[in-house]
């Protein structure tokens, strides 16, 4: 039986067509298009978990800290949450010069890292 989660290393979805519960509440679904214009800034929403309503708990013990978005390796953003009173979602507005994926990482405090990423299309 392989492990629900490492805390060394950065969790990502192992088989998309049978996402485990972790992986439901954990990883950040990018809302983006999938074409965009260069040089022109477009929004990019993400939310962490919720997938199948299968929603992060955000109690004092237990919540996303934070979330990172990236294009390829260049960071583009950080949102940060506080437990109870901010729920992990956010809204980036961005601008990319060329085509490229999109990376977020999120951090839970008792699970660790989860990341998922986006292509864009970039004219
Ligand atoms: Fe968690």
């Known amino acids: ?3 629900e989660f490492s805390l060394v290393k950065v969790n990502r979805v192992k088989d998309p067509k049978k996402l485990t519960d972790m992986e439901k ?3 950040p679904v990018i809302k ?3 074409s965009v214009k260069a040089k022109e800034p477009f929004t990019v929403s993400i939310k962490v978990g919720g997938i199948d309503g299968v929603e992060h708990p955000n109690i004092l013990g237990h ?3 934070w979330l990172e978005l990236y294009a390829g390796e260049r960071f ?3 949102a940060e949450f506080a437990p109870t009173v901010a729920t992990p979602e956010t809204t980036f507005h961005i601008i990319l010069e060329g085509p490229a994926e999109l990376k977020v990482i999120e ?3 008792l699970h660790g890292l989860w990341e998922s990423k986006k292509k864009i299309d970039v004219k």
């Open 1 to 3: 039986m392989s492990e």
């Open 25 to 27: 509440k954990h990883i």
């Open 32 to 34: 983006a298009p999938d």
């Open 63 to 65: 919540w996303i800290n």
């Open 76 to 78: 583009l953003g950080k």
């Open 107 to 109: 951090f839970c405090n």
